[in-house]
């Protein structure tokens, strides 16, 4: 392991090495106390030592597994977070768009009453969401044998259920603030299982105290 794949796996795996550092030692002074008991209490610190070496190269192997897989995607999570936000504010805003038409439709069904609610912006800018379909699709066709499972899986059920949401679309089952807000919904939940594998990859989750 690389001087840089050591400290990262002392500072993320600090309370398991404890504990076997807590087995050895304790294991130490027990072989040390029960000495003069035979070869049968040697064998015990014999095993007891093994097990410890075989749990603590475990674990390295584990993280290096881990550091392997964080740097060889890395960059595809990262952009696809990114675009996944990116995306987010734009439903978030033409939601605000539909709301503000939904609302303007009953003030001018009252010809006497001002509208009182400030127009929001149309998005002017939906190549976010050409660039996360790309995105998905490359996770689904092209990279799906070299990244993880839970990231395909997620990819997978997005699609699908945008897919599904297009056709309620077309049947009229959704429409303008509905139709947003279920899409909403949908990316909401796509960011946040990525958002939890990218802690998990880069270990961020093992650095809090």
């Keep these: 392991m690389k001087k840089e794949e050591v400290y990262s796996f002392v500072l993320n ?3 398991k090495i404890a504990k ?3 087995l050895l030692i304790g294991g130490t002074f027990l ?3 029960w000495a003069d008991k035979g070869d049968s209490v040697s064998n015990m610190m014999l095993v007891l030592l093994t097990a410890v070496a075989v749990g603590l190269n475990i674990e390295a192997l584990r993280e290096a597994r881990r550091v392997r897989a964080w740097e060889a995607n890395k960059d595809l999570l990262l ?3 990114k675009e996944l936000v990116q995306v987010h504010k ?3 805003q033409q939601l605000e768009v539909e709301e503000y038409q939904e609302y303007l439709s009953g003030v001018q069904s009252q010809d006497d009453q001002e509208p009182e609610m400030e127009k929001p ?3 002017a800018d939906w190549s976010p969401v050409v660039k996360l379909n790309d995105r998905l699709n490359g996770v689904l066709f092209v990279f799906a044998e070299v990244l993880p499972a839970e990231v395909v899986n997620s990819a997978r059920k997005y699609v699908e259920d945008s897919k599904e949401l297009d056709r309620d679309v077309d049947d009229g089952a959704f429409y303008g603030c509905q139709l947003y807000d279920e899409a909403l919904k949908q990316i909401c939940d796509l960011e946040k299982e990525i958002s939890l594998l990218i802690r998990k990859l880069s270990g961020v989750d093992a650095l809090k105290l």
Excluded: M, P, T
């Design 121 to 123: 912006e149309d998005v």
């Design 20 to 22: 076997w550092l807590f």
């Design 13 to 15: 795996h600090y309370r």
């Design 90 to 92: 734009i439903y978030e």
């Design 79 to 81: 952009g696809l977070k």
């Design 31 to 33: 072989g040390l106390a």
